[in-house]
């Protein structure tokens, strides 16, 4: 099994920025994959971003340019920095972790996720 724990939530400002984290431990493997979820009040939830342990990347088109995922691997943590936040970015982050080649932004793909983190962007 694999274990992830996101954290770096909070309230930050439109416009400001945060950077989360993902802590994985467990059965990791060589050839996986980590991506980037958020589910809004009253949404459904959505991919966000997603990074390879090949370090390939993946984006949704409305947070290209403003975010970063990257891969620490010496410290078993993924990390999405968010930089000019908007209020609709608000909602609970998690982070889930699938084996295998390629990047996906379906949550189907995933096969373990961890507790996610609120992030809330006033306006």
């Not at 090949?54 to 088109?61: A, K, P, V």
């Not at 010496?74 to 608000?90: D, F, I, W």
């Amino acid at each position: 099994d694999v274990q992830l724990q996101a954290s770096g939530g909070g309230l930050v400002q439109s416009g400001g920025s945060l950077r989360l984290s993902c802590v994985v431990s467990g059965n990791i493997f060589d050839d996986y994959a980590i991506g980037w979820f958020r589910q809004a009040p009253g949404k459904e939830r959505e991919g966000v971003s997603c990074i390879h342990s090949n370090f390939s990347t993946l984006y949704r088109d409305s947070v290209k340019g403003r975010f970063t995922v990257s891969n620490d691997k010496a410290k078993n943590t993924v990390y999405l920095q968010m930089n000019r936040v908007e209020p609709e970015g608000t909602g609970v982050y998690s982070c889930a972790w699938r084996w295998g080649y390629g990047v996906s932004l379906i949550q189907s793909a995933y096969d373990f996720w961890g507790q996610g983190t609120l992030v809330t962007v006033s306006s």
